[in-house]
């Protein structure tokens, strides 16, 4: 049994983790607020802990971690919450052209939620020894496309096509009535969500071996990816890293497939990193001044 540290993202979605702890706590989702205003605790695994930290709207945020209390879980009940929280996710529709693999509770959730556990740090990329090949990496969070987005990435780019930013030629001459989002937008958002899960130890990107876009995005809809590990071959010149093949799509909140793309990666291997600093190379190290004086520091008083 070890402490519980969850990451807060996972567990905004109250009702699938009181569905997951259904068996071991007499609680509806409906009731937590009403204890949370009442200042109650909870009674969970035979421990009681105060709804607040439970919840804790107010200081949970993207990759924020919460501790729960002082209470004890074991690693399954954790990953059991993991699972459903993904199972919450809008499947890709069936059927589509270039569709890697079914949507469906990934086998490989363990491997995914890692970071849950106590003491090790949120997995970014992977080494060549991690990947397997058929596997599917969900990655998460979503992301929804605003108008403002859109105009943004066309402007960056010099992409100034009045289908992307001008509303009254999309209303009046096109053939979807509205802006359309820039396809390499949706295509570098989805390519940006695969860097944890995928390239986020990579040496090289080493080519986009096909890009295509099935359907539009417009604004408003929001993005989803996953990613499928098509082949894996080591290095022929160097013994330290190796090739992933990998192929992504990306689809919106009804599960309709809007871009795929596969691309080539070489990333290292575990005496790779080991040589150059491990899971965090180059990190410095916080040097005590008079600011700060190294530890846990007591917050200064109040002063008026």
Known sequence: MEQAIAVAAELKGLNAFTAVLADQANFAASDLEKRLDRGEELPLGGRTFAVKDLMGFDTLGAG?????????MDESTLLGVAHAMETSRPPASSGEVGRAKASTPAPHMEAEYQHLRIGEHMQFGRSFE????????AHWPGKTVTEYDDHLFCLLTMNHHPLHINSHYAQETSDFGQNVVVGNYVYSLLLGMSVPDISGKA???????????????????TLYGETTVLGKWESKSKD??????????????????????RRKVMVPKENYLAAR???QPARPVAQPDKNWSGGAQEPAPLTR
């Open 203 to 221: 040496i090289a990107n080493l080519e986009i071996e096909s890009l295509r876009h099935v359907a539009p995005t417009f604004h408003g809809d």
């Open 130 to 137: 991690e990947f397997t090949v058929g596997e599917t990496y």
């Open 277 to 279: 600093g491990g899971e």
């Open 240 to 261: 330290d890293r190796g090739v992933v093949h990998v192929e992504t799509i990306g689809y919106n909140q009804d599960g309709k497939v809007v871009c795929i793309f």
């Open 64 to 72: 924020v971690g919460i501790q729960l209390g002082a209470l004890p």
